[in-house]
Antibody
């Protein structure tokens, strides 16, 4: 069955960096676009970034452009989110999502807390 | 594209119908393929979001047929024909016709 397992979250000070990972299994990973979506505490969903199936194309929300980088390793069925220059407003649960016609598969999320 | 959902909160009675509206600032109809790229998600308390409806009106696998999606262009509706207790949570619409992808603010459905 399809599984997406995020890791790498934690508490970090403003201005520091963090790298999230999402390990995928149960499907042919290299055939799918992948996304990161986040949710601030008590707030709604916000799309963060997308990466093409081959890793050559990416796009980002304006709120993270220039600070976050999405990447993937198709040999190990994993995507990453490198988050630099973190801000207080980056706090939230980060979900890894498999792209398709409708996002049927989401990970359980990993919590990032930016705090001084 | 800004997505606006109404209402913010929706108290419902089990067995009764319910309806959530979603409006976009641009048409979500792709004139090339005729698809309308509007999806609906439900986030139950403490869980990751789950797909209900994709591409305007297509129910996801395993979603009960009491859920239906409709609309066109910039105005969309999610209907629950007979609400059940398990339907509580926050419902989100999302457009995926153009980047950045955007969600509505959410509608919290709770039992009266």
């Amino acid at each position: 069955q399809v599984q997406l397992v995020e890791s790498g979250g934690g508490v970090v000070q403003p201005g520091r960096s963090l790298r999230l990972s999402c390990a995928a299994s149960g499907f042919v990973f290299s055939r799918y676009v992948m996304h990161w979506v986040r949710q601030a505490p008590g707030k709604g969903l916000e799309w963060v970034a997308v990466i093409s199936y081959d890793g050559y194309n990416e796009d980002y929300a304006d709120s993270v452009k220039g600070r976050f980088t999405i990447s993937r390793d198709n040999s190990n069925d994993t995507i990453f989110l490198q988050m630099n220059s973190l801000k207080l407003e980056d706090t939230g649960v980060y979900y890894c999502v498999r792209g398709s016609s409708g996002w049927e598969y989401w990970g359980q999320g990993t919590l990032v807390a930016v705090s001084s | 594209i800004v997505m606006t959902q109404t209402p913010l909160s929706l108290p419902v009675t089990p067995g009764e119908p319910a309806s959530i509206s979603c409006r976009s600032t641009q048409s979500l109809l792709d004139s090339d393929d005729g698809n309308t790229y509007l999806d609906w998600y439900l986030q139950k308390p403490g869980q990751s979001p789950q797909l209900l409806i994709h591409t305007l009106l297509h129910r996801a696998s395993g979603v009960p047929d009491r859920f239906s999606g409709s609309g066109s262009g910039t105005d969309f509706t999610l209907k629950i024909s007979r609400v059940e207790a398990e339907d509580v949570g926050v419902y989100y619409c999302m457009q995926r016709i153009d980047f950045p992808l955007t969600f509505g603010g959410g509608t919290k459905v709770e039992i009266k």
